[in-house]
């Protein structure tokens, strides 16, 4: 291919996407008939690891250009990390939010709201629902949405394209509707984040940050807060309005703040995209 190194377009990545499916389905077939282990959180983080790896893999092969440049971990800024955190725990819990309100008009079938509840550590292996939720599914993920395919994405279209496309692609993969909305907007703020730091980094620690706020405020700190905290996967509980308030505000706020430093002559004088553009002569 004469565009290997701006790998892959739309197109393509549907197709890596609809592999990636494949592989986690038939993965998990495998380990199941095996019965190599019990906890279905310890599953989906082995699952995960293996079809991400072979996807990866592939796709990498598929960009003429080094692993380095591919899944770019350069350091970023240690000011960002307050306005990140705070836009994280804002777009959580106003997120959490609007997946009750879903689940609500829409109540998810059973066994889905099973699988809910044994990820949400209801299971008998609580760290290993943080090792499938907290560790493994933000590596993994990251490097495939933001490293591979928006790098792809921002060598073919213009930015807003790119930034878009591939967050929603990111909701669609989840293949959860109640939580469509949510996961589009944690793929659009992370893409930001890529576009503006050049590095996997703070998007794989925004990731984990946000999968790992329930097992932080209710493991660890013993806090019960309804719709939050409790109700994972179960019977649709609202959250308190303070808590909605509290989110708005943070993820208001924290955005803002990233907006100023992101505005900032340091980041003003940088090229946005760490990639560079085809020759017009491709198509």
């Known amino acids: 291919m004469g565009d290997g190194n701006f ?14 499916v494949l592989l986690l389905v038939g993965v998990g077939a495998v380990i199941d008939i095996l019965g190599l282990f019990e906890q279905e959180s310890i599953i989906v983080a082995v699952v995960n690891t293996i079809s991400f790896g072979i996807v990866l893999m592939l796709g990498s092969r598929s960009v003429r250009a080094p692993y380095k440049e591919v899944f770019p971990m350069r350091r970023f800024p ?9 836009v994280i725990i804002g777009i ?3 997120g959490s939010e609007l997946d009750n309100a879903f689940r609500a008009l829409l109540p998810p079938p059973d066994w889905l709201n099973d699988i809910f509840l044994r990820l949400a550590g209801h299971d008998t292996s609580l760290w290993g629902s943080i090792l499938a939720l907290v560790i493994v599914a933000p590596v993994t993920e990251e490097l495939l949405f933001r490293g591979l395919i928006l790098r792809g994405f921002l060598s073919h279209y213009r930015v807003h394209t790119a930034l878009v496309t591939s967050a929603l692609l990111f909701g669609l993969f989840h293949l959860n509707p109640w939580q469509f909305v949510h996961t589009t907007a944690i793929g659009l703020l992370f893409a930001w984040w890529f576009l503006k730091t050049r590095s ?7 990731h984990a940050l ?3 706020q329930v097992f932080i405020l209710r493991d660890i700190f013993g806090l019960d807060i309804s719709g939050y905290t409790t ?7 609202f959250q308190p309005l303070w808590l909605d308030a509290v989110g708005a505000v943070l993820l208001v706020c924290g955005i803002w703040l990233l907006t100023r430093i992101f505005r900032q002559r340091a980041y003003a004088r940088l090229p946005e995209a760490s990639v560079e553009k ?6």
Do not use: D, F, K
């Open 200 to 206: 996997l980094i703070p998007c794989i620690l925004g």
């Open 78 to 86: 240690m000011r960002l990390l307050i306005p990140m955190c705070l």
């Open 7 to 20: 790998y892959p377009r739309i197109s393509q990545a549907i197709w890596l996407l609809i592999l990636l």
């Open 92 to 94: 959580s819990i106003v």
């Open 210 to 212: 946000n999968n790992g």
């Open 278 to 283: 085809p020759p017009t002569s491709l198509h």
């Open 231 to 237: 109700g994972v996967g179960g019977e649709v509980q």
